[in-house]
Each structure stands twice: as structure tokens, then as C-alpha cells.
């Protein structure tokens, strides 16, 4: 059976690459259910204190950019800006 499987997607490659994609999704979708879950758990256990909602917003709002690749939008941007930066030139006068 598991033959099968991978003679028909075109290779085991293709299989892990098509499988781990699947888990990415899921795990951001189970991300999302739980962070707004997080949300109105404090929202009760505080008495719907605003303060409190909004931490916990917050908190989760950061919680699903780094999942969803927040950390790679940052490492890109960061490496586009130390690479456009202007050549250092170091001169010597020799006396």
C-alpha cells in the first residue's frame, strides 16, 4: 500500500514535501483556534478587564506572525538591509 502511495505522487521526496505542508497548515489552523481560545479564557477569568484582553491579544497576535513565519520576514529584512549597505573603506597613510 505505501507503495502504492509513493509510486503514484512521483517519489518519496514529493510525499514528505506534500505531507509537511499539510502539518504546517494544520498546526497554524490549531494555532489560531488556541490563541482565541487564550483570548476569551482571559477575557472571563478577568472579568472582562480591557487591559487583560488586550495583553493576551497582543501576546497572541505575536504568537501567530512567528508561527506563521514572522522570524523569516525578519531575517529576510535584515539581511536585504546589511546587504545594501554602502562598502566600508578602510585607508591607511603611510608617512
Do not use: C, Y
Not at 12 to 33: C, G, N, P, Q, R
Not at 69 to 82: C, K, M, P
Amino acid at each position: 500500500m505505501i507503495n502504492e502511495i509513493v509510486m503514484a505522487s512521483g517519489g518519496f521526496l514529493d510525499l514528505i514535501t506534500v505531507k509537511s505542508e499539510e502539518v504546517k497548515s494544520a498546526i497554524e489552523s490549531v494555532t489560531f483556534v488556541v490563541v482565541i481560545l487564550m483570548v476569551v479564557i482571559t477575557a472571563v477569568k478577568t472579568k472582562m478587564s480591557i487591559a487583560a484582553i488586550l495583553m493576551s491579544a497582543i501576546v497572541g497576535g505575536i504568537v501567530l506572525w512567528l508561527v506563521n513565519g514572522g522570524i523569516n520576514v525578519t531575517s529576510d529584512l535584515a539581511r536585504d538591509e546589511f546587504d545594501s549597505a554602502p562598502a566600508i573603506v578602510n585607508t591607511q597613510t603611510v608617512l
